[in-house]
């Protein structure tokens, strides 16, 4: 047995583990819970706690922790240890089925968005079963969800997996009417490509806004950038490529199936990519990711960047959110078929996902939309802020062969020589990929590409599961009453092509020409955060996500007021960063050059009266008026800082901070880049782009 395949799983208590472990009647009984989301009994539990302790213990761990994804974007642990006193002064360890099912963390310093008050400490963990347990540093991890005392949601995943157990629903409905009764369960699964920076760490520690924000704020263009493209795909660096090495064997022990890694087009910059697994599991296994990224990096004498625009005049990273649609039997239902029927139920797939891109353009944009991808979105290097579908040629024109009820008669499907002959013929796939677009169909998955690198991808997953569950729930409503089923079939089809066929372009959607277009078409261009969030509380997303019980409307008002909040949050910390930097190191820094060079125009001029001074005079001069200029709109920017404080509410203050905030931070940017290009090496207080995107 080769050595990945002995560690990989190893610390999960996973299929095997219980199968080996439990009573065949306990592991029957969890099974049927994981499978149907039928309840656990409580003497099963006891049973499942007592053997994951045993485990857990055996592989070295102390204590347990119920592991949950709050609001703030990243997971919250609390430890236990198995201890329990005997009272005679001993110890046993114990953890009881009560303990694994149901935990309750202090749950009042935790985003709620006006769910309860401050004072309303108490929320309630409960296990899901669905995604295993694992040991990491000495602690059994145990995946669970999160909500208050009053049952709100106050977490990532309770929504994410009724988004699921809700397009499970309407997916079998349209299969049954295909005649299949076999098929048990339709999984939603996802691949998600994760792109991150790696910086040397005393670096990153010499830099405020790193520390910070997590980007840098100011920052000249070194003489090389990515201009040369010969950092993609490129060899990857000895020290990379043991922090690499770790990374991949911290993840294969915790059972995430690693499986690409290579240089990103940007300097510094990678990306990793695992395997498809079921959604919930792969946004589990994301969460670990980043953390893993971060902790290994810093072990190496690295520090991971997960923002998406670290470094100005580069790419900045996303995380591609390759989605489709599996059954319990292993079929893909976004793959053509081999016969009429099977190519029928794609298409219809096909349309409900185009159909509801088209409708919940803005629900989807607000999934991804935070102050950091901002930065990203319409810059050229990731898809724009307008979301349009890609689906290829081939599949373009079988769509428009059905609407226009003409036969289709093209052929695309060919075999593509590349020219040496000792590599043979290669089949070219049905489409050619376009990196351009937001939402594009790569044979038999849709890549969202929106997403940002360190964003929770639960979020964009369960607006994609519920919008499309919402599409298959009316296209069952519509073939449930036909007298006709291929006649109702056919005419759904063709109808869904033509009212929403204004979604579909396979061009460039960089192109100033596309924005004219996508206008016309009246499509949405939401290029900001404060104006995409608005959009959440829309009485037609409300209507869908309280139709399946993802979210409430209570809840969809909270989280809108909770990711508005965290948008002014961030641009807040920017902005105080920017003047602290400014005051106490940046114009210290240039007035101690201007001094130099004060004292180096009178040297000269006392030692030889007629010297040339033309040099240090149109420094100081430039210099001089650079950092007045700054010094005045850093005064202006701390007004700003105050002035916003008057706003009447959050969303106000939103657009107060991308309007007037966010704009002079950009002109103070501009300002502090031109006096690092002439402000010598040794006076500047920061570590430049150069040193920081190519020291490694």
């Known amino acids: ?146 909500c208050s005392y009053g049952g709100e949601v106050l977490d990532k995943k309770t929504p994410l997996l009724r988004s699921m157990e809700v397009l499970n629903q309407q997916s079998l409905r349209i299969l049954k009417l295909f005649g299949d009764n076999k098929t048990k369960r339709v999984t939603t699964t996802l691949g998600p490509e994760q792109e991150y920076f790696l910086i040397d760490k005393k670096l990153f520690n010499k830099r405020k806004d790193l520390i910070y924000t997590g980007r840098t704020l100011f920052g000249a263009k070194p003489p090389k950038g990515q201009e040369l493209e010969d950092h993609y795909f490129g060899a990857i660096k000895p020290r990379v490529q043991e922090f690499m090495k770790e990374l991949n064997n911290e993840l294969w022990k915790l059972g995430i199936p690693a499986k690409t890694e290579h240089n990103e087009v940007a300097p510094a910059q990678h990306e990793l990519a695992v395997v498809f697994s079921n959604t919930n599991l792969a946004s589990d296994h994301n969460q670990l990711t ?36 599996s059954t319990n039997k292993g079929i893909n239902l976004l793959e053509p078929g081999t016969s009429p029927r099977e190519n029928a139920r794609f298409l219809l797939f096909l349309v409900a996902v185009i159909k509801a891109v088209d409708e919940y353009q803005d629900l989807l944009k607000v999934s991804v939309s935070t102050a950091g991808n901002d930065h990203r979105l319409g810059g050229n290097e990731a898809p724009p802020a307008i979301i349009s579908v890609f689906l290829g040629d081939e599949l373009a024109s079988v769509l428009e062969s059905i609407e226009g009820d003409v036969a289709y008669d093209k052929e695309y499907k060919m075999e593509m020589a590349i020219g040496v002959d000792a590599i043979p013929v290669i089949p070219k796939d049905t489409t050619d990929r376009n990196r351009t677009s937001p939402f594009a ?209 959050i969303k106000e203050a939103a657009l107060f901070y991308r309007n007037s905030i966010f704009s002079i931070m950009q002109e103070i940017r501009i300002t502090v880049d031109e006096l690092e290009v002439n402000t010598a090496g040794k006076y500047w207080p920061y570590p430049t782009y150069g040193e920081l995107l190519f020291s490694i």
């Not at 849709?446 to 599409?471: D, Y």
Request: glycine share 6%; charged share 25%; proline share 3%.
């Open 1 to 146: 047995m080769s050595y990945i395949s002995e560690i990989f799983g190893s610390m999960v208590f996973n299929d095997e583990v219980m199968k080996e472990r439990l009573p065949q009647v306990t592991y029957k009984a969890l099974k049927k819970t994981i499978q149907e989301g039928k309840s656990l009994d409580i003497n099963v539990a006891h049973v499942v706690a007592n053997a994951m302790k045993d485990w857990a213990i055996e592989k070295g761990a102390t204590h347990f922790t119920h592991w949950f994804q709050p609001m703030t974007g990243i997971t919250a642990e609390k430890h236990d240890s198995f201890i329990s006193a005997t009272g005679d002064g001993k110890i046993i360890m114990e953890f009881s089925g009560k303990e694994l099912i149901k935990g309750e963390p202090d749950a009042s310093s935790f985003p709620s968005g006006g769910l309860r008050s401050t004072f309303e400490a108490r929320g309630y963990t409960a296990w899901d079963p669905t995604s295993y347990a694992f040991i990491k540093d000495s602690v059994l991890y145990i995946p669970t969800a999160f």
């Open 290 to 325: 980043m953390e893993l990224l971060k902790r290994v990096a810093s072990k190496h004498g690295l520090t991971c960047l997960l923002h998406e625009k670290p470094f100005a005049g580069i790419n900045g990273s996303g995380k591609h959110n390759n989605w489709s649609l």
């Open 441 to 649: 169909f790569t044979g038999n998955k849709f890549e969202f590409r929106m997403v940002g690198s360190k964003l929770s991808i639960a979020g964009p997953n369960l607006v994609l599961n519920t919008i499309v569950a919402e599409e298959l729930s009316q296209f069952a409503d519509i073939l449930e009453k036909a007298d006709n089923f291929n006649e109702a079939l056919s005419c759904l089809i063709k109808d869904t092509i033509k009212n929403h066929k204004r979604i579909i372009f396979n061009g460039n959607n960089y192109s100033d020409e596309w924005v004219k277009e996508a206008e016309e078409r009246g499509l949405l261009n939401l290029k900001s955060t404060p104006e995409s969030l608005l959009y959440f509380a829309d009485d037609k997303n409300i209507k869908v996500l309280e139709k399946f019980g993802v979210l409430s409307e209570k809840e969809i008002h909270s989280r809108m007021d909770i990711l508005i909040e965290d948008y002014c949050k961030v641009l807040n910390i920017e902005a105080l960063t920017m003047t602290e930097m400014i005051k106490k190191d940046i114009l210290p820094a240039v007035s101690s050059y201007i001094k130099e060079l004060c004292e180096t125009a009178a040297s000269k001029t006392s030692f030889l009266p007629d010297a040339n001074c033309d040099v240090e005079k149109a420094l100081i001069i430039r210099l001089s008026l650079l950092s007045s200029s700054l010094y005045n709109d850093t005064e202006l920017l701390e007004n700003l800082l105050l002035e916003v404080k008057n706003c009447e509410n």
